[in-house]
């Protein structure tokens, strides 16, 4: 089954969502096809079997073809899901959206991420982390100090 409007795949995921609900499609007749519960009796209008108490029996191909169509449907849910993770990771490389704190409530919004989350990193780590950077940077800090003493020309 191909799906290609956005309509295909809403009525696709109706149909998926009442076959998991136990919902399949049976023939009544050569020329009725109808979406049935096979748990529940008959109450079909135009059932050969009118006035009878029965239930339909999917076959086989019928079980089949409602796999296929959840199938599809799991499909469809999967390839949507790859396109906005996709949509997300774009968005980070390109700095659509930048992900760091922009603000000083951002800032603290994600401090107290962190320390819900138990990830926020202990003051020792911090500061061995600044003493790192410090010294792979060291050349660049004095540097930009020097430039910055420079009197202003003007």
């Known amino acids: 089954m191909s799906v290609d409007d956005s309509y295909s795949e809403w009525c696709l995921g109706r149909l998926a969502q009442r076959i998991r609900e136990g919902w399949l499609y049976v023939d009544i007749s050569t020329t009725n096809r109808y979406l049935i519960r096979p748990d529940r009796d008959c109450d079909i209008s135009s059932c050969p079997q009118l006035g009878t108490v029965h239930r339909h029996q999917p076959t086989l191909a019928d079980r089949e073809e409602a796999f296929d169509i959840v199938t599809d449907w799991l499909a469809l849910e999967f390839q949507h ?20 704190p922009s603000t000083p409530s951002d800032l603290c919004a994600e401090a107290q991420r962190l320390i819900c989350t138990s990830q926020m990193p202990s003051l020792d780590e911090l500061l061995k982390a600044i003493a790192k950077t410090r010294r792979k940077y060291r050349d660049q800090i004095i540097a930009a100090r020097k430039q910055g003493r420079k009197p202003a020309r003007g």
């Open 81 to 100: 899901e790859g396109a906005q993770k996709d949509l997300r990771e774009l968005n980070t490389i390109y700095a659509l959206v930048d992900p760091r």
